[in-house]
């Protein structure tokens, strides 16, 4: 084998042992920045937390998707358990999941039209996730081709919806949220992942997407009989 063959190979090699990412994600859109008051000596309250995950590669899915249990964001239970503290008079509660295979079980459609006829309130959230297919397309190829020896970015924007209804479903009040996340891939970013990495700050996201959704409903007082 030549020489210049060796060391090219021997480049090569090296740059993809070496392949690495950070992401790195924006700051939040639309968020409450106000003092948080708590809602101290409010009568308890009964709550029913109804959560839809959808996500759309632009370019590639024809409609937004509801995803399926497997899905959803890891320790997202944990997270709302977490942002759940918020709020200071939500006494009994319960949560109830969107799926796509709802369409086809008149049993979960039941328990959720029953649920939501026994709690004094209704909040819906809904999670997007979309990114673009032929950036994702384009920049594989181009990151093949320089052997990621060029940084090359991948972004996913985040959304949150959040409809707030009393018992009679009557609408309360509206939030939505939004955030974004850069993915960049290069070689060597391998020494730069451990501090940014993709699940960790997609966690973080959802984190304070329902945080500070959560605070403002407490402050604004809106879930109060």
């Known amino acids: 084998m030549k020489p210049t063959l060796k060391l090219t ?41 109804v959560f839809s995950h959808y996500e759309q590669t632009v370019g590639w899915d024809a409609i937004p998707k509801l995803v399926n249990q497997n899905g959803i964001v890891s320790d997202f239970d944990n997270m709302f358990a977490d942002a759940l503290n918020e709020f200071s008079n939500v006494g009994r509660y319960a949560t109830y999941t969107e799926y796509p295979t709802d369409v086809t079980h008149p049993e979960r459609r039941a328990l959720k039209d029953s649920l939501m006829g026994s709690h004094d309130f209704i909040i819906k959230i809904t999670f997007h996730e979309e990114s673009s297919f032929a950036k994702q397309f384009l920049g594989t190829i181009f990151s093949t081709i320089t052997a990621t020896l060029l940084p090359i970015s991948y972004s996913s924007d985040y959304s949150a919806d959040v409809d707030v209804y009393n018992r009679q479903q009557t609408l309360l009040a509206h939030y939505s949220r939004k955030a974004s996340l850069s993915k960049w891939v290069e070689t060597f970013l391998i020494f730069v992942y451990p501090f940014h990495p993709e699940t960790r700050k997609r966690e973080e996201i959802y984190i304070n997407f329902m945080h500070n959704i959560f605070m403002q409903i407490e402050t604004e007082g809106i879930i109060r009989n």
């Open 9 to 49: 190979l021997l480049f090569v090699a090296t740059a993809f042992l070496t392949y690495g990412c950070a992401t790195f994600r924006s700051d939040i859109q639309g968020e409450f920045t106000n003092p948080a008051k708590k809602n101290i000596g409010a009568d308890r309250v009964s709550v029913l937390f």
